[in-house]
DNA sequence: TTGACGCGTAAGCATCCTCTTACCTATTAT
DNA sequence: ATAATAGGTAAGAGGATGCTTACGCGTCAA
C-alpha cells in the first residue's frame, strides 16, 4: 500500500486534466486519427497534440502510424495503479467495516472537543 | 459515462498531487490533527494546512476541532467518482475480450511509433 | 496573565501547465 | 511538381500550483 501511493505518478498527473479524461473516454470507441479527436473539442489541434504526448507518455495511450494519419488507441491496462490505489479504500464505503466505523463513530460523538479520538459528528452532510 | 466524465474534477484534482495521494493513505489509519499529519513530511506545517484544504474542499476528508487541535479523518466514499469513472474501463483489461485483444495488439503494433498497421477499425466494434 | 502551542491565512516567489500562433516535416492528391 | 492535408514541435503569454516566511487568532498551561 504505501508501494502504490508513489507508483506511476504520470498516471495520475495524466488523469488529472479533464480534458485528457474526455480524450480517453472518446478512444473507449477505438483508435482514432488526431484531427477526429481534436474535432470534439474547442481548443485548438497543437493543443491535443499536447495532451496526446502527455496520455503517451503515461502510457495510457499508444500511437500507430497509417500514412499520414496518427491514430491513438487506448491502453486500458494503464489504469491499473489507479485502481489498485483505489482499491485498498473500497472496503471503507462498501462493506461492513465501514458500517460499523460510521456508526460506532455516530454513537460515540457527541460533545465536541473531548478526547483523543476521533469521531464524525455534524459534518455527515453531504 | 460521459456524465461520469466531468463529475466533480476536484476529486481528481485533488489526488493528481502525490503529497496528497500520501496524507489521504496516512488518514486509513484514523483521524489525525495536523501536527501528526505534516510530521510524516518534509514541507512546512502550512504547506501541509493547504493541501488539506483543497482535500477538505473536495470532500475527502473531514475536519473536527478538539481544543486547538484540528482533526481530519478520511471519508473514503469520495473517491467514489473516480472508482466509477475507472469502472467503465475495467472490462477492457479485465474479461477475455480485452486479453485477446491486447495479445492481437502486441503480435502487431507495440511501441509508439513504430508500427504502420492499425487494426482498432476491426477490434473494436463490439 | 503570560507564554507556549496548534493551526490557519496572507503575501511573495519560482515553477509548472495549458493554451495560442507560427512553422516544419511527411504523406497524399492533382 | 505543386498543393493540400495530417500532425508534430517551438516559443511565448497568462494563469495556476506549491512552496516559503510572517503573522494572527484561539486554546491550554504556569
Redesign the pocket.
Known amino acids: 500500500m504505501r508501494t502504490a501511493i508513489d507508483e506511476e505518478p504520470e498516471i495520475f498527473?495524466a488523469v488529472s486534466?479533464s480534458?485528457r479524461r474526455r480524450i480517453l473516454d472518446l478512444l473507449v470507441e477505438g483508435g482514432q486519427?488526431?484531427?477526429r479527436i481534436a474535432g470534439h473539442f474547442?481548443?485548438?489541434?497543437?493543443?491535443i497534440?499536447?495532451?496526446?504526448?502527455?496520455l503517451l507518455a503515461a502510457g495510457l495511450v499508444s500511437?500507430q502510424r497509417q500514412?499520414?494519419?496518427?491514430h491513438y488507441r487506448l491502453n486500458p491496462e494503464r489504469l491499473g495503479p489507479i485502481r489498485d490505489w483505489i482499491a485498498h479504500y473500497e472496503r471503507f464505503w462498501d462493506d461492513n467495516f465501514m458500517r460499523l466505523r460510521t456508526h460506532l463513530a455516530k454513537k460515540t460523538a457527541h460533545k465536541p472537543?473531548q478526547n483523543i479520538e476521533q469521531r464524525s459528528q455534524d459534518e455527515k452532510k453531504r
Chains 1, 2 share one sequence.
Not at 42 to 47: C, K, N, Q, Y
Not at 67 to 70: D, K, P
Request: glycine content about 8%; overall charge neutral.
Open positions: 498527473d486534466s480534458a486519427p488526431v484531427k474547442e481548443m485548438s489541434r497543437p493543443a497534440s499536447q495532451h496526446l504526448r502527455i500511437e500514412g499520414r494519419e496518427h472537543g
